[in-house]
């Protein structure tokens, strides 16, 4: 299973926009690299996923250069409501279906 | 769509006790995943089910732990005899069969609480 890293905390000011990088240097052919978000006292919950290039959806978007050996999920103009843990996995068709979480991103919002 | 349904949000027992969570996957979803979160250990996967076969436990601590799913639509982690190492959330996950491509959706989890 690929193995990811990516800052332990991050701070930022409402309306701003984040970046938050995530290196996973040993990703293999089939593996996507998805983004997932979690509040305190809930489950994580998927924000985006990605191959190549660029993403991008109502809540975020996520950019991988060509050589897909990091990947950067882009909050854009950030609220209060956006504290939260976020956590970059690459999974694929390792044979183990599953996904390893690493450490995460905390994001802290303020005023 | 109701989402991945786990219960009981809340169990507090004593160390020694049987404890049996519950979980109720989306329909249609034929992966089904427990997964264990700790500050120490941060999120980890015990388990996971394709139709409802175990496919992977590598991840279950100790004999102790079990896991169950008798049908698409419930599956069961115990935990016999409980201690309190083994306080943590628990959370559910589900997702479709058609490629690794597809997200996971996680229910709100279970917090346990072993005294």
């Known amino acids: 299973l690929a193995k990811t890293t990516q800052p332990i905390s991050m701070d930022s000011y409402e309306g701003q926009e984040v970046n938050i990088t995530c290196s996973h240097n040993?990703?293999?052919?089939?593996?996507?690299i998805t983004w997932y978000q979690q509040f305190p006292s809930q489950g994580p919950r998927f924000i985006i996923q990605?191959?190549?290039t660029k993403v991008t959806n109502e809540v975020a978007s996520l950019f991988i250069p060509a050589d897909r050996k990091s990947s950067t999920l882009s909050l854009p103009r950030v609220s209060l409501s956006d504290t939260a843990v976020y956590y970059c996995?690459?999974?694929?068709?390792?044979?183990?279906?599953?996904?390893?979480f690493g450490s995460g991103t905390r994001l802290q919002v303020q005023p | 769509d109701a989402g991945v349904i786990q219960s009981p949000r809340h169990e507090v027992t004593e160390m020694g006790q049987e404890v049996t969570l519950r979980c109720k996957p989306i329909?249609?979803?034929?992966?089904l995943f427990w997964y264990r979160q700790t500050m120490m250990r941060g999120l980890e996967l015990l388990i996971y089910?394709?139709?409802?076969?175990?496919?992977?436990d590598s991840g279950m601590p100790e004999d102790r732990f079990s896991a169950k799913m008798p049908n698409a639509s419930f599956s069961t982690l115990k935990i016999q005899p409980s201690e309190p190492r083994d306080s943590a959330v628990y959370f559910c996950?589900?997702?479709?069969?058609?490629?690794?491509?597809?997200?996971?959706?996680f229910g709100d989890g279970t917090r346990l609480s072993i005294l």
């Open positions: 990605g191959y190549k």
């Open positions: 089910f394709n139709n409802n076969v175990p496919i992977d």
């Open positions: 996995l690459v999974e694929g068709d390792t044979g183990r279906r599953a996904l390893t």
């Open positions: 040993n990703i293999a052919t089939n593996d996507y």
């Open positions: 996950a589900s997702s479709f069969l058609s490629g690794y491509n597809q997200p996971q959706h």
């Open positions: 329909s249609g979803h034929d992966y």
